[in-house]
């Protein structure tokens, strides 16, 4: 299989790698604006580069965005014109009405599109699933979403980030949507600025609280920060009438626990690229299935779509101070 893959940052190295030690890769290209960076990228997977984008989607037979968010859209919809499965990571689109439009062009031709929240794809996080499913857990009271950056992003990519809730708290709410299988109603969102100005001036926050109402009247809460110093801090806790269970606690989390205990006994993770690899390389495993027209999409342009709508909830109720439902943003939400 010939994948062209577009970008060659932090994320599409990752996307890089593991791509080329799939046995059915024959052939990864890379194409990116930044032509020395692709070229890095290439030598240090054995991909070649494509001079132009039309060149990289000349004779592949799949697509992985990895691009400047600004990008996907534009790559997402070549892709689907063209008939080529793709993946792309998170956003799907810059804001919501293009999400939207770009939603109905590939349901329009019915091209598979993955969309890359790989915390599905999370050996825990799908276990927390099918516990919900079977009835294991019981009524399910409360989830618990704890979302801890260990060092907050790039100055400059601030303002171009879409705002804590569009940028990162995005994963938690499609997470929530997935593992309970329930579509959000409502929002309530607070955020302030505690350590970090620079997101003052881009009209952000690098500290927020969210609360959010299921349609079958559970709650959740997400905590998040932009920073934490003993490292990259991402968890779930799921309460229900039959039992509690955590997903995130162990020796290697960021926490110094003061009671007795083995949680953060070990160094933490410090990105979500070490915190999510197996997860990272299920995904594309999975994608892979999808181009080979084995599997349908388990991450559709329709899950995108509604996640940011509850980012665009969230982003909307810390602006206005008040509890938003999801009936005033964009097309009704459908659960996943």
Same mark, same amino acid.
């Given at each position: 299989?010939?994948?062209?893959?577009?970008?060659?940052?932090?994320?599409?190295?990752?996307?890089?790698?593991?791509?080329?030690?799939?046995?059915?890769?024959?052939?990864?290209?890379?194409?990116?604006?930044?032509?020395?960076?692709?070229?890095?990228?290439?030598?240090?997977?054995g991909?070649?580069?494509?001079?132009?984008?039309?060149?990289?989607?000349?004779?592949?037979?799949?697509?992985?965005?990895?691009?400047?968010?600004?990008?996907?859209?534009?790559?997402?919809?070549?892709?689907v014109?063209?008939?080529?499965?793709?993946?792309?990571?998170?956003?799907?689109?810059?804001?919501?009405?293009?999400?939207?439009?770009?939603v109905?062009?590939?349901?329009?031709?019915?091209?598979?599109?993955?969309?890359? $929240?790989? /915390?599905?794809? &999370?050996?825990?996080? #799908?276990?927390?699933?099918?516990? =919900?499913?079977? !009835?294991? +857990? @019981?009524?399910?009271?409360?989830?618990?979403?704890?979302?801890?950056?260990?060092?907050?992003?790039?100055?400059?990519?601030?303002?171009?980030?879409?705002?804590?809730?569009?940028?990162?708290?995005?994963?938690?709410?499609?997470?929530?949507?997935?593992?309970?299988?329930?579509?959000?109603?409502?929002v309530?969102?607070?955020?302030?600025?505690?350590?970090?100005?620079? $997101?003052? /001036?881009?009209? &952000?926050?690098?500290? #927020?609280?969210?609360?959010?109402? =299921?349609?079958? !009247?559970? +709650? @959740?809460?997400l905590?998040?920060?932009?920073?934490?110093?003993?490292?990259?801090?991402?968890?779930?806790?799921?309460?229900?009438?039959?039992?509690?269970?955590?997903?995130?606690?162990?020796?290697?989390?960021?926490?110094?626990?003061?009671?007795?205990?083995?949680?953060?006994?070990?160094?933490?993770?410090?990105?979500?690229?070490?915190?999510?690899?197996?997860?990272?390389?299920?995904?594309?495993?999975?994608?892979?299935?999808?181009?080979?027209?084995?599997?349908?999409?388990?991450?559709?342009?329709?899950?995108?779509l509604?996640?940011?709508?509850?980012?665009?909830?969230?982003t909307?109720s810390?602006?206005?101070?008040?509890?938003?439902?999801?009936s005033e943003?964009?097309q009704?939400?459908?659960?996943?």
């Amino acid at each position: 299989m010939r994948v062209a893959m577009f970008g060659a940052g932090r994320i599409g190295q990752l996307h890089g790698r593991l791509l080329v030690a799939q046995p059915e890769v024959s052939e990864l290209v890379i194409s990116d604006p930044d032509m020395e960076r692709a070229r890095v990228a290439a030598k240090a997977t054995g991909a070649s580069v494509a001079p132009s984008v039309d060149e990289a989607f000349d004779g592949a037979e799949a697509v992985v965005v990895a691009a400047s968010t600004d990008a996907h859209a534009r790559l997402v919809r070549q892709a689907v014109d063209r008939g080529i499965p793709v993946f792309c990571e998170k956003p799907l689109a810059s804001d919501l009405d293009q999400t939207i439009e770009l939603v109905d062009h590939i349901e329009a031709r019915s091209v598979p599109v993955q969309v890359g $929240f790989q /915390r599905r794809f &999370d050996p825990a996080i #799908a276990e927390a699933r099918r516990l =919900l499913e079977s !009835g294991e +857990l @019981g009524t399910l009271y409360l989830v618990r979403l704890i979302a801890h950056d260990h060092e907050p992003p790039p100055d400059d990519y601030i303002p171009t980030s879409g705002g804590l809730f569009r940028d990162s708290s995005i994963h938690d709410f499609d997470a929530l949507r997935w593992v309970t299988g329930r579509s959000v109603e409502e929002v309530y969102a607070a955020g302030s600025v505690r350590g970090f100005p620079v $997101f003052a /001036r881009s009209d &952000d926050v690098d500290t #927020a609280a969210v609360i959010l109402r =299921l349609d079958d !009247g559970t +709650l @959740g809460v997400l905590s998040q920060t932009r920073h934490d110093p003993r490292g990259y801090d991402v968890r779930m806790e799921f309460v229900g009438s039959r039992d509690s269970v955590a997903i995130g606690l162990t020796p290697q989390t960021p926490l110094r626990t003061i009671d007795s205990g083995l949680v953060g006994s070990e160094p933490g993770w410090d990105s979500f690229l070490t915190r999510f690899e197996t997860a990272y390389r299920a995904e594309l495993l999975a994608f892979l299935r999808v181009a080979r027209g084995e599997i349908p999409s388990p991450c559709t342009a329709r899950d995108a779509l509604e996640a940011m709508r509850i980012s665009v909830a969230a982003t909307r109720s810390r602006a206005e101070h008040r509890p938003v439902s999801l009936s005033e943003v964009g097309q009704p939400a459908h659960a996943g």
